[in-house]
């Protein structure tokens, strides 16, 4: 469908909690604002009619509302009034069903609801009053775009989006009740940037009891870049233009595509519920405290056009493991002095390999460690990227073939066809090679097969790949995530460790600073029961609490809408 610019906009104010009257003036109040600034889609945050913290459930059944009821109609009066498209987080009452929803709404200009959504993923104030969705992930044809819904916390659920995306979605209507700052300023931009599509995200700022709500509504570019945003503490309007042909050019910063370089097949396992994965039978076994925890390290080391770099990149390795490091994870193609070898480079690196696997077995032999390798392997004519899993006696636990090929090397590297995790004396391990880090379905199949840590030996391209992809990786998961990144790479450097639950701070560079020096060591300390427990905050598990059931485009291969 073609489809001119267009300007939306994402209202942030605060809904009084059972003063419908009062919610209703919000509602026209800043639509005619909204207006006023050109916008042609307007959205509000979750639970305006009503307001969110309830005393009970019987509460919140009391003050819920029929989607015939006043507030709707409200929203439809408007979008007829000023030929707009409004979309409203709504307390609903399905008297039908006997039950109370979180639902989002979106109205068209005639003042029909074309989507009518449920939240999916519910946070703990949620399970208190709320049921489950039931409306799955619905997308809608409009002349501005292609539209689907999401509340909140069904950001920190990849699945929910990617879902929406391979629907043919280009823009994500998100509302919110944003409590945590890394939800609205990483979360949002991270599921853009992963499905390169639009987010319009709005948020309430307040104090609505005993909770406190910041702000962070915005507008966010199919790019991940935040081109229109309200300051916290505030309320008020800010619009942005659209522009939905952005959103069907999936291509990333490269020569890659974010949807033709999935792996369908390997992702089965998003599928299945959590009782019919492999994940199931860890999370059952029991730790020992004292002998479940291990210092892991990203080596940020590798062979260079530098004389001497592969005994320095040697040298490093030996003397982290010297200092008592258990796991430790070196960046991709590490033999290789280019970020991106060419087939002539790979094969001449791959004769190397079996020296390289050679010391470094040593090493893990000598002190008693784990390391994941990344070498590059001859295949008749062509080349394989495989890590090798190092144990420690010096012999190899495992081998990962690279599942999802750098787009440049796709002619002559052979994709491998699953995405297995191995024991470790210190902890389950999956590995991502380069280019299967930029698809969330690659580290959730991992976890769902029950990795503890997964190493991303990597060659970034982009400051985005290490801000928004990294820690959303590890805590939508609740894994640690070993990033080792080159220094020769467009984004050079930066590797670290992500814990499970992230970083108190949001932004990386302040949480996290990235050291560009070749050679830098980043430990941490790994606690396996962090990762043997998959939930975020109270009754809110990341794995158990998904609607699998929503998930087939994810899972078919069918060609995307």
């Known amino acids: 469908m073609a489809t001119q610019p267009f300007r939306a906009a994402v209202v942030q104010t605060l809904a009084t909690l059972g003063d ?15 207006v006023r600034q050109g916008a042609r889609l307007i959205v509000f945050p979750e639970c305006m009619n009503t307001g969110y913290l309830f005393d009970s459930a019987d509460h919140c059944a009391e003050l819920a509302e029929p989607v015939n009821g006043r507030f709707v109609q409200a929203m439809a009066d408007l979008c007829r009034e000023h030929n707009v498209f409004i979309a409203s987080g709504f307390t609903e009452k399905d008297e039908s069903k006997g039950k109370i929803f979180n639902t989002g709404l979106l109205l068209d200009p005639k003042g029909d609801i074309i989507v009518h959504y449920h939240k999916q993923f519910l946070a703990t104030h949620d399970q208190n009053w709320f049921e489950l969705g039931e409306n799955g992930c619905p997308v809608v044809d409009t002349e501005l775009g292609r539209i689907g819904l999401l509340i909140c916390f069904d950001g920190r659920i990849p699945e929910i989006t990617r879902s929406l995306a391979m629907q043919g979605a280009e823009i994500i209507v998100d509302m919110a009740n944003f409590f945590a700052m890394d939800q609205a300023d990483m979360w949002v931009p991270a599921r853009a940037y992963e499905n390169g599509l639009w987010f319009v995200a ?8 005993s909770i406190y709500y910041p702000g962070g509504s915005m507008i966010v570019a199919p790019t991940g870049d935040v081109i229109a945003k309200i300051p916290y503490d505030t309320h008020g309007v800010a619009t942005a233009e659209i522009d939905v042909s952005r959103a069907r050019n999936k291509g990333w910063h490269h020569e890659g595509n974010r949807f033709a370089d999935r792996q369908p097949a390997l992702y089965g396992l998003i599928g299945k519920p959590v009782t019919d994965t492999p994940l199931a039978a860890i999370l059952d076994q029991p730790l020992i405290p004292e002998q479940s925890v291990a210092k892991a390290a990203a080596v940020q080391a590798h062979v260079t056009k530098e004389t001497g770099s592969l005994e320095a990149a040697y040298d490093m390795i030996d003397h982290t493991a010297k ?41 893990a032999q000598k002190y008693g460690c784990v390391i994941v390798l990344p070498v590059l392997e001859e295949k008749g004519d062509k ?3 495989v890590a090798v899993i190092i144990g420690t006696d010096g012999k190899e636990i495992g081998r990962y073939q690279q599942t999802h090929i750098e787009p440049e090397m796709k002619s002559w590297c052979i994709a491998g066809d699953t995405l297995p995790v191995f024991d470790t004396p210190f902890g389950r391990i999956g590995v991502l090679l380069g280019y299967d880090g930029m698809f969330p379905e690659s580290s959730r199949v991992l976890a769902l097969q029950g990795a503890d840590m997964i190493a991303w030996c990597s060659a970034w391209r982009n400051p985005l790949d290490r801000k ?10 609740r894994i640690f995530l070993i990033a080792a990144n080159r220094t020769d790479s467009p984004y050079p450097g930066g590797s670290f460790i992500v814990p499970p639950n992230g970083f108190p701070q949001w932004d990386l560079d302040v949480a996290a600073p990235p050291t560009k020096r070749h050679g830098a060591v980043m430990p941490a300390f790994m606690n396996l029961a962090m990762s043997r427990q998959k939930f975020m905050i109270p009754k809110v598990n990341m794995l158990r609490n998904r609607i699998v059931a929503s998930y087939d485009p994810i899972t078919t291969e069918e060609p995307v809408v």
């Open 20 to 34: 419908l009257d009062i919610n209703i003036g919000l509602l026209r109040q800043y639509t005619k604002e909204a």
């Open 202 to 209: 709005a948020t309430k700022a307040g104090v609505e009891r």
């Open 323 to 363: 200092l008592g490091v258990k796991v430790i994870v070196v960046p991709q193609f590490f033999g290789s002095a280019t970020w991106l070898p060419t087939l002539a480079e790979a094969h001449a690196e791959a004769k190397c390999t079996a020296s390289h696997l050679a010391k470094v077995a040593s090493i």
């Open 383 to 385: 080349i394989a990227s």
């Open 468 to 477: 928004l992809l990294t820690v959303p990786k590890a805590e939508d998961n």
